[in-house]
């Protein structure tokens, strides 16, 4: 089945610092990422939307210029956490889909901002 | 504007129960009904999913039930197994550009041995 990749499973860093994740189609070509955030025992909050070279399209409240988003390839987006804070701490998760296909979902990213 | 209502928020089921798992949505652009399941520090994973020109589907264990006209889908989890306990969303999706997700609040399953 479809594989999606997410890097790193688990970041702690100080404040002030800005965290990277990286999300990889591993068999299939993604035109379309999506990238959630998940509070412990809450739903998925879809945060943004992104397409292969196009700007990312975010959600009402999420601030793009705090949460960066690339999607630079078919198989890879980039979510960038800029000068992160303690209430930017989460687990963030990625999806992926092709044109027409369901979305399949990464192993998530554990955020902790000390 | 909640969209998606999914009950019960919790449910515990004895090995070999049957547990039920319910979604009732608003918008009627939605044109398909996936039923994702979550474990504790994954992401979600597709588990089965139904169009609206069906009423029924079943792989294995697990049946999605649809109901087009009272705008509701239901999922059923036959001879339930310790395994299958977990956090379970439905996600119905149409209606928009690019196959954005709109999740139900998740229930999470127990299903004791």
């Known amino acids: 089945g479809a594989v999606v990749s997410q890097h790193p499973s688990r970041v702690i860093c100080k404040s002030g610092t800005s965290v990277k994740i990286e999300c990889r189609s591993l068999?299939?070509?993604?035109?379309?990422m999506f990238w959630y955030r998940q509070f412990p025992k809450q739903s998925l909050m879809l945060m943004a939307t992104?397409?292969?070279?196009?700007?990312?399209?975010?959600e009402q409240g999420v601030e793009k210029d705090k949460f960066l988003i690339n999607h630079a390839s078919l198989t890879l987006s980039t979510l960038t956490v800029t000068s992160a804070h303690p209430e930017d701490s989460s687990f963030y998760i990625c999806?992926?889909?092709?044109?027409?296909?369901?979305?399949?979902f990464g192993d998530g990213t554990r955020l902790s901002i000390l | 504007q909640q969209q998606v209502k999914q009950s019960p928020q919790s449910l515990i089921v004895q090995k070999g129960g049957i547990s039920i798992i319910n979604c009732a949505y608003e918008?009627?652009?939605?044109?398909?009904f996936p039923w994702y399941q979550q474990f504790p520090g994954k992401g979600p994973a597709l588990l089965i999913a139904?169009?609206?020109?069906?009423s029924e589907k079943k792989e294995g264990r697990f049946t999605i039930s649809f109901n087009k006209s009272a705008k509701q889908f239901s999922l059923h989890i036959m001879d339930s197994q310790p395994g299958d306990s977990a956090t379970y969303f439905c996600?119905?999706?149409?209606?928009?550009?690019?196959?954005?997700?709109?999740f139900g609040q998740g229930t999470i399953l127990t299903v004791h041995p």
């Open positions: 999806s992926a889909r092709s044109a027409g296909g369901p979305q399949h």
């Open positions: 068999d299939f070509q993604a035109t379309t």
């Open positions: 992104s397409n292969e070279g196009s700007k990312a399209t975010y």
């Open positions: 918008n009627t652009a939605f044109d398909y």
């Open positions: 139904i169009r609206p020109d069906v």
């Open positions: 996600a119905p999706r149409g209606g928009t550009s690019y196959g954005k997700l709109t």
